[in-house]
């Protein structure tokens, strides 16, 4: 009986213990190495992050983004998400939150389900994921799990300076873009 009680108190400290790591994971910030603005160099950017080729840094970044139909044009917040994801949906509630208070940066929500390959490239593990992207298409930050605001400004400050104030992270604003903001059905 002994040994029951102590398994069964080894399984339910193991589990508290899991738990606690898994909540200090939750839109925990990660940079990206090598990307834009980063100090360290490009070619250990798509080993480290998942993100291969042009995500992370390169001369052709734009072209994955257009390919997978998102627009960028400045600072920007791609969410991937699925459909029956709750924390998705707080997620995109506050970067719609950030992205109305900052004119300058746009926030994209694209499904996991229609783009498998951009998933696969970006090493998109579980939703929701919020990758940081500066306006050259370079990934800079991603968060996946649940993202208060205050991680989401945690995760525009790996921006290149020159973003920092056309995103209004401490610099004037720009002109307020009429559709700065994106979902899956806008596009």
Not at 149 to 160: M, T, Y
Request: net charge positive; charged share 20%; with cysteine.
């Amino acid at each position: 009986m002994t040994a029951r009680v102590l398994v069964l108190v080894a399984v339910v400290v193991l589990t508290l213990a899991l738990g606690a790591w898994w909540r200090s994971r939750q839109g925990a910030v990660r940079r990206v190495p090598g990307a834009a603005g980063s100090a360290a160099g490009g070619a250990q950017d798509a080993a480290h992050s998942g993100a291969a080729g042009a995500f992370g840094g390169g001369d052709s970044s734009a072209a994955p983004w257009r390919d997978a139909g998102v627009r960028i044009d400045g600072p920007t917040f791609v969410q991937l998400s699925s459909e029956i994801c709750t924390a998705c949906r707080s997620t995109a509630r506050v970067l719609r939150g950030i992205v109305e208070d900052r004119p300058a940066l746009r926030h994209v929500e694209l499904d996991v389900a229609e783009h498998p390959g951009l998933v696969r490239e970006l090493g998109v593990l579980r939703t929701p994921t919020v990758l940081v992207v500066s306006a050259g298409g370079h990934v800079v930050a991603r968060t996946s799990g649940a993202t208060n605001r205050r991680q989401a400004l945690d995760a525009l400050a790996a921006l290149p300076a020159r973003e920092h104030a056309a995103a209004d992270l401490g610099g004037p604003t720009g002109v307020r873009h009429p559709d700065h903001t994106e979902s899956p059905e806008r596009r």
